[in-house]
């Protein structure tokens, strides 16, 4: 397989099953080279680790899809993707990421710890012998909490799992048709959804995120958070802390079925667990590639640069299995040291969620 086919083959389903035999193939042709198309994708953790943090790179955001797609905000499961934080570039970016940083503080992450435990137990304590553990566990135990951070009802959380499975595919490089469909449909739902929870909690604040993002925005007279961008982000952390951690634990589950002396040394010993949790996201990250538009030609060293304006994927899971980084990148190793997978991104978009 040529490293052409091998990149190719990561934009059909049947490569996405395993990317990684494809990983392999396109790392040993190059750090970093430019598609066909026109696109540039890089490949290694070093570069990757770099570039994440690098200023000068910025990410697409509504200015470029009014370029390609001008009617982009017609499907409101993108323009809710779009309009967040996740596509937005400095100064918005950083005065939005400030808001709900304000919010989403490492303190109001560790008053939770009881509630998520608590929450992991019900589920389960309700499990039977042989269960679907995707169906049982997976998805509820991430819509739960993000919906409890959020001020969500217990009774409106089933509802949130359909919606919020609909809507993720706007993350996802390759969807058909009915799926961007299902997304606007879903979008439309859940934006009518929390501009009610809005306005309830503008009448009653609660200990919440919601509570806490709307007082942001009405304090500052929208200029710290405006309306549009409330909603967009409300949103975003419903969906975004929902698909990653659901798959992260279908993930985590599977490698431990499959390495039974090693869920024996987790059983004995939870404290391992932290290790654990770093290695299966360097092994199998939720995330595996995000982009980047450079502002400005980059020298990266080695005869190696990019051009200004180019269009660049980082190939998140081809740079937790670099060999260059981590020996043996292919074996599943919970005591590997200094493991630092760049799933969560880095730089200014490092993920919000991380500590949760």
């Not at 040993?28 to 570039?51: C, E, G, K, M």
């Not at 039974?260 to 932290?274: I, K, S, V």
């Not at 290790?275 to 590639?289: G, H, K, N, T």
């Not at 880095?346 to 969620?353: D, E, I, M, N, V």
Request: contains cysteine.
């Amino acid at each position: 397989m040529d490293h052409q086919t091998a990149l190719a083959s990561l934009f059909l389903p049947e490569g996405r099953v395993d990317p990684y035999p494809a990983y392999d193939v396109i790392r040993a042709y190059s750090p970093i080279f430019q598609a066909p198309d026109s696109r540039w994708f890089v490949t290694t953790h070093a570069l990757t680790n770099r570039l994440l943090r690098e200023p000068t790179l910025r990410i697409a955001d509504a200015a470029d899809y009014d370029r390609f797609w001008p009617d982009w905000r017609r499907n409101r499961g993108v323009a809710a993707i779009v309009l967040s934080m996740l596509q937005t570039n400095p100064p918005d970016h950083g005065r939005v990421r400030r808001a709900a940083s304000a919010t989403f503080t490492a303190r109001r992450v560790a008053d939770m710890r009881d509630v998520i435990a608590g929450q992991a137990e019900d589920l389960i304590k309700s499990m039977p012998a042989s269960a679907d553990f995707m169906s049982s566990f997976a998805f509820p135990m991430p819509i739960a909490v993000i919906c409890a951070l959020l001020g969500v009802p217990e009774s409106d959380r089933p509802w949130f799992r359909q919606r919020a499975a609909d809507l993720t595919v706007v993350l996802e490089p390759i969807s058909t048709e009915e799926e961007m469909r299902r997304a606007d449909v879903a979008g439309r739902e859940l934006e009518a959804y929390f501009v009610d929870l809005i306005e309830e909690r503008r009448r009653a604040p609660q200990e919440d995120l919601t509570s806490a993002l709307v007082a942001v925005h009405d304090e500052t007279g929208g200029s710290g958070l405006t309306g549009e961008e409330l909603l967009a982000n409300l949103v975003l952390l419903l969906v975004a802390g929902f698909e990653t951690t659901t798959n992260l634990l279908g993930t985590g589950i599977k490698l431990l079925l499959e390495r039974p002396e090693q869920a024996d040394r987790l059983r004995a010993d939870p404290h391992l667990a932290p290790a654990f949790v770093e290695e299966i996201l360097r092994y199998d990250s939720p995330v595996q590639l995000t982009g980047r538009l450079t502002t400005v030609p980059l020298d990266l060293g080695e005869g190696l640069g990019l051009p200004g304006g180019a269009d660049v994927t980082m190939l998140l899971g081809a740079a937790n299995r670099d060999p260059a980084r981590y020996p043996d990148p292919h074996r599943f190793d919970p005591d590997r040291p200094n493991v630092q997978p760049v799933s969560f991104g880095g730089g200014a978009h490092y993920c919000l969620g991380a500590p949760l």
